[in-house]
């Protein structure tokens, strides 16, 4: 569905979200495999255990390959600006392969055992193979959008790159944190905004862009660059929600959704939003955080239960909450201001609102 009426005068109506990623995926995973399929040999195979194509043998597998929420903001922001979801598929992909080398790199770089539900790539391949990988799925995404030849792609590239570079500085100041034990939220909010935020909002103006480049219509929220702004920024907005909600989820996730250990992010004592808020409190509770969180040998499993405990008692887990939704109404006002189309901002705001109702 690309346009917004089935006879003149009615309204094509907006599907809920849950349709919505199914249908990003019925236009993406086809693509994304033929991206794939010119990948070299030994990074063809990581590539496709990554996505859950094939098992650590080489059999076909029928594993998860993710949401593909940013692909899903590519494709309805190019819809919303008045331009068709067909012609922005190469830029979804482009996206989603940029998303998927920085969780090839991010695993490494944490150790993380799990995702989606089954080993890391890494413990599988290899920690410099899926880093290699992970280079591969990058140079693929800029190859995707140039081969295309859409008229937006000049544009696209820039804001892929530049997003990337914030990604890189955003897991580079995660890193960091690591080794300091005065970390503040200011601080964490601005490294959110680099290492996830920038990328949704980057598949948000590239979307955008895809539509205006592809001769959509005006509207009524200022020339193109005004309106690639706004869809930018709704895009960010949506992301810090977003690393809110799967830092909420990494303490107290069910493990059978995150496909990740319960209180996982607190047993490497990473410093995720509601911790740093906790922390930061100057509550008693904050104190006794800290005391488990600065020594050097890890954290037990009642330990991980306790601290899970002392972030709720600080503050930590309403604060977050409450961010994650001011952020989520804050995207939603720059939505507007994009000036989208109707059925595909409708479709927006449930994909928004998926993202921070996500199980907590």
């Known amino acids: 569905m690309t346009g917004e009426a089935t006879v003149p005068g009615q309204a094509v109506p907006a599907r809920p979200a849950s349709e919505v990623l199914a249908w990003c995926r019925s236009l993406l995973d086809p693509a994304l495999h033929e991206t794939a399929a010119y990948l070299p040999d030994a990074m063809r195979r990581i590539a496709a255990y990554h996505f859950g194509w094939r098992d650590e043998h080489d059999r076909p597998a029928a594993g998860g390959g993710g949401k593909t929420i940013r692909a899903a903001l590519v494709l309805l922001t190019a819809r919303a600006a008045g331009g068709t979801a067909e012609a922005a598929v190469p830029a979804a992909v482009a996206v989603e392969l940029a998303h998927n080398f920085s969780l090839l790199h991010d695993d490494v770089m944490d150790g993380d055992l799990m995702r989606r539900h089954r080993p890391a790539t890494w413990t599988v391949f290899g920690g410099n193979a899926a880093i290699l990988a992970g280079d591969a799925l990058l140079a693929c995404a800029f190859e995707a959008l140039t081969a295309a030849g859409h008229p937006a792609a000049p544009r696209a590239v820039g804001i892929l ?58 509207g009524h929220g200022g020339g193109p660059a005004a309106r690639i702004e706004h869809f930018r920024r709704f895009g960010e907005r949506l992301g810090l929600a977003f690393q809110l909600v799967d830092d909420l989820l990494g303490i107290w996730g069910d493990p059978h959704v995150t496909g990740k250990p319960v209180h996982s992010d607190l047993r490497s004592r990473k410093k995720s939003l509601p911790v740093v808020a906790a922390l930061t409190s100057g509550t ?64 927006l705001r449930a994909l928004a609102r998926m993202v921070v109702d996500r199980d907590r």
């Open 161 to 218: 790159a530049r997003a990337v570079l914030d990604l890189v500085e955003g897991q580079s100041a995660d890193m960091a944190f690591e080794r300091r034990d005065d970390v503040t939220v200011p601080e964490c909010l601005a490294m959110a905004a680099n290492k996830t935020a920038a990328l949704l909002g980057g598949a948000c103006a590239i979307g955008a862009a895809h539509g205006h480049d592809g001769h959509g219509r005006e």
């Open 284 to 347: 008693p509770q904050a104190a006794e955080l800290a005391a488990l969180y600065h020594r050097d040998q890890a954290l037990s499993d009642a330990e991980a239960a306790r601290a899970a405990d002392l972030v709720e008692a600080a503050g930590g887990r309403a604060w977050a909450v409450q961010r994650a939704g001011e952020y989520l109404e804050e995207s939603l006002v720059h939505l507007d201001l994009a000036a989208p189309r109707p059925s595909a901002a409708d479709e």
